[in-house]
């Protein structure tokens, strides 16, 4: 008998003109390369379908998408900079909070760092070309699983642990980046502008987030894919 894959709620990307939810395959094919069956996740909004949702995982991705409101930390918008969901960020609020407290492993990519972040108390830049302007290329074209800046991996974290290197390469899609960083959160990675790129949340099984995208780089990125892994492996060791 095969051995029992771990299960990953992956957030649902959402379509505001189409009224669907959608996703990118890379995604779910970097979850399924790492040993996991991933699962898109509906809008559910009730805790008791929540809890029972997250029941059935044993680890959760939070995807790119939307802009995570400022209301969720305690800002009003940029006018016509920011485009949010609502719902989604309703939903992942929740589902963070269930998976918090269970200490289930969280990866989170590109919103997902924002979200994280912003739910855990900190705050983020709305717009980095006007509010953090540099030399730095946050909003890379296609095609997007090269790099187009790269990070410092900083000393003594589980990222450098993993990766044993100094810098790596980055893609990078984003206009939204952590700006004060969540007490309950350590830096794993930074950016030569000084852009938060990558976060741990220390005393858990596994609570990563990076600020660029895995689910573009993993077929041709040696890091992307040990990141992938390192979520899976945490799931396998529950």
């Known amino acids: 008998m095969d051995p029992r894959k771990p299960i990953v709620g992956v957030m649902p990307l959402w379509d505001e003109e189409k009224d669907s939810l959608w996703m990118l395959p890379g995604y779910l094919d970097g979850i399924a390369e790492a040993g996991a069956i991933p699962i898109i996740l509906p809008f559910a909004t009730g805790e008791?379908?929540?809890?029972?949702?997250?029941?059935?995982?044993?680890?959760?991705?939070?995807?790119?998408?939307?802009?995570?409101?400022?209301?969720?930390?305690?800002?009003?918008?940029?006018?016509?900079?920011?485009?949010?969901?609502?719902?989604?960020?309703?939903?992942?609020?929740?589902?963070?909070?269930?998976?918090?407290?269970?200490?289930?492993?969280?990866?989170?990519?590109?919103?997902?760092?924002?979200?994280?972040?912003?739910?855990?108390?900190?705050?983020?830049?709305?717009?980095?070309?006007?509010?953090?302007?540099?030399?730095?290329?946050?909003?890379?074209?296609?095609?997007?699983?090269?790099?187009?800046?790269?990070?410092?991996?900083?000393?003594?974290?589980p990222l450098y642990e993993l990766l044993q290197k100094k810098r790596i390469g980055v893609n990078s899609y984003h206009h939204q980046a952590i700006k004060d960083l969540a007490t309950s959160l350590r830096t794993m990675a930074v950016s030569d502008d000084g852009i938060i790129e990558a976060v741990y949340m220390p005393g858990r099984r596994f609570l990563w987030a990076v600020q660029w995208h895995p689910e573009f780089s993993y077929k041709v990125d040696e890091p992307s894919r040990k990141i992938f892994r390192s979520f899976v492996e945490a799931m396998e060791e529950q």
């Open 48 to 157: 008791a379908e929540l809890k029972q949702l997250m029941s059935m995982c044993d680890g959760l991705l939070f995807t790119g998408g939307q802009d995570v409101s400022p209301s969720l930390y305690r800002e009003e918008p940029l006018s016509g900079l920011v485009h949010c969901c609502n719902k989604r960020d309703t939903m992942e609020v929740a589902a963070l909070r269930i998976a918090v407290e269970a200490d289930k492993p969280i990866l989170g990519i590109c919103r997902g760092i924002q979200l994280i972040n912003a739910c855990l108390g900190g705050t983020l830049y709305q717009d980095i070309p006007s509010q953090h302007p540099s030399d730095t290329n946050h909003h890379g074209t296609m095609p997007y699983d090269r790099p187009v800046h790269e990070v410092a991996v900083l000393p003594n974290t």
